[in-house]
């Protein structure tokens, strides 16, 4: 009996909710598009046409992993921030919506040849979407793990941006040449608590890399360090711009002034909570 591309969209709602993923028709409809080569929309044009047993195995596979509650955009491979469109998979996270917020930060800052570090570039999310955005700035990312950096490597390969950026392995400042000095510091580093893991979404306490999301002291181990080491990289009206954890404002605020920061601003996220703070050498 041939199996109707209705009939799979029907059961594959049906089955993701029982599951409780998120967005249940979107998911499958992403999903089915993506096996099967179509446009989403071409899906609806499509519905009563029948699927072979190849396509069906493929469309079982990716159904089974979403259902096992994998993110979406790892079992795509790919997703969009800030006009730039992204391989991703399990060697980084996931660029997130709001941190384009972060990125819009950047950009009401940065002036022409300004030089900016991206600290822990993941995906090259923040860097790529910068270096997309604004041709004549001088841009450095780095990421200490070596399969991340290459990730980050591959989408500015796919987004002909490969020459704009220059990619290092570090550990925050460690391997940046002593001297070199930046207009914007930028990072959305670790900042999760573990009992914040414990209670994310199985998409993420599953299945993105846990050194990326969890950072020793309440969240806050990484932020400080990165503050610790910024002022000697940092230009004479040079910006930290960083994501944070909603509970972490005071103490960073309080932190970067006692280091000797001039200016501290906290911005608010897409729920509008405090979420990015913006620091002024």
């Not at 072979?52 to 979403?66: M, Q």
């Not at 700035?137 to 399969?147: P, S």
């Not at 414990?198 to 503050?227: F, N, R, T």
């Amino acid at each position: 009996m041939i199996v109707t591309l209705k009939e799979i969209q029907s059961k594959t709602v049906q089955f993701f909710t029982s599951k409780g993923v998120g967005n249940a028709k979107l998911d499958t409809d992403l999903i089915l598009a993506h096996a099967l080569k179509l446009k989403r929309l071409d899906l609806y044009l499509n519905l009563e046409r029948g699927i072979d047993e190849a396509s069906l195995n493929t469309i079982r596979d990716l159904v089974r992993r979403r259902g096992n509650r994998e993110p979406l955009q790892y079992i795509l491979g790919e997703t969009h921030f800030y006009d730039c469109h992204l391989k991703v998979d399990s060697r980084a996270l996931i660029p997130r919506h709001e941190t384009e917020l972060l990125v819009e930060e950047c950009a009401n800052f940065i002036q022409p040849n300004s030089k900016v570090l991206d600290l822990g570039t993941g995906s090259g999310a923040i860097a790529l979407a910068i270096a997309n955005a604004f041709e004549d700035v001088q841009l450095t990312a780095v990421d200490k793990e070596a399969t991340t950096l290459a990730l980050a490597k591959e989408n500015a390969e796919s987004l002909g941006l490969e020459a704009r950026i220059h990619f290092m392995q570090s550990d925050w400042f460690a391997q940046i040449p002593s001297g070199s000095v930046f207009d914007l510091i930028v990072s959305n580093p670790p900042y999760l608590t573990d009992e914040e893991l414990k209670s994310a979404a199985p998409e993420v306490a599953q299945y993105e890399p846990v050194q990326a999301l969890v950072s020793k002291e309440e969240g806050l181990h990484d932020l400080k360090q990165i503050l610790n080491q910024a002022k000697p990289y940092l230009a004479p009206n040079g910006m930290i711009a960083l994501e944070t954890g909603i509970e972490h404002h005071s103490a960073l605020t309080a932190h970067a002034q006692n280091l000797g920061f001039s200016k501290v601003t906290s911005k608010e996220d897409l729920n509008k909570r405090p979420r990015f703070l913006l620091i002024q050498a």
